[in-house]
């Protein structure tokens, strides 16, 4: 019977199919077993996420799922984007989901707002994938540039008015770009203006429904009693 030759090129070939095989199913076999587990891992960290918009942080995993559970009565789609009704201390508020680009990478947050006859920012929160940290990644680390969202104006004149700039001319609409992270500021300026586009024209009218139901629909809708300005939008019900 003749040795092996383990130094044969068909040896070598032959051990190397083999060892991938093995490490492939093994591989395989690993990321399966451990799919469901990451896939609870990534709802409980957007669910964390919204919580951060709505000001609820410092949560541990079993507080943060029950809190959510609490505060978030619904979830609907605007226009591809997610949207959620919550209920914070009594207060109708909507989050909006977001999705951008940075520069180096995706960004996306959520923007809670509150308020019907003047939109405000409740609270904001910013991810990234990729951004340099100490710069663009402040959008994520820095709580207290989130923060300067708080109380901000959403919309004017039937548009985006909330923005992101370098030199900030109107304090009531307008939030500073993060300190020498101009380009990743441009793109969450980017994000919340695309974001929120289809989320206002919904918003704007369902106060406008609201208000086509009241007394004072002739002042709120300027006499326009058309299905435009009075029909109420799917995102505004909180009976969803």
Known sequence: ?????????????????????????????????????????????VKKQILYSLNIRGLNDTEA??????????????????????????????????KGMGLWGGISGYLAIHGEEEPTVFGAYFNHESETAGLGAEIKDSQAWQEKFIGKKVFANGEVALAVVKNVEDPTTQVDCVTGATLTSNGVNDMIKQGLKAAAQKYLNASKADCCESEKADSCCAGDKSEDCCSKPEIKAMEE
């Open 1 to 45: 019977m003749s040795k092996l030759n383990t130094n044969s090129n068909a040896y070598i070939i032959i051990y190397s199919t083999i060892l991938v095989i093995i490490v492939a199913f093994l591989l395989a076999f690993v990321s399966s077993s451990l799919k469901a587990k990451q896939e609870a891992n990534v709802a409980l960290d």
């Open 65 to 98: 799922e029950a809190k959510y559970a609490e505060v978030v009565k619904a979830e609907t789609d605007v226009d591809g984007q997610k949207a959620y009704a919550c209920l914070v201390d009594g207060e109708e508020i909507m989050v909006f989901g977001l």
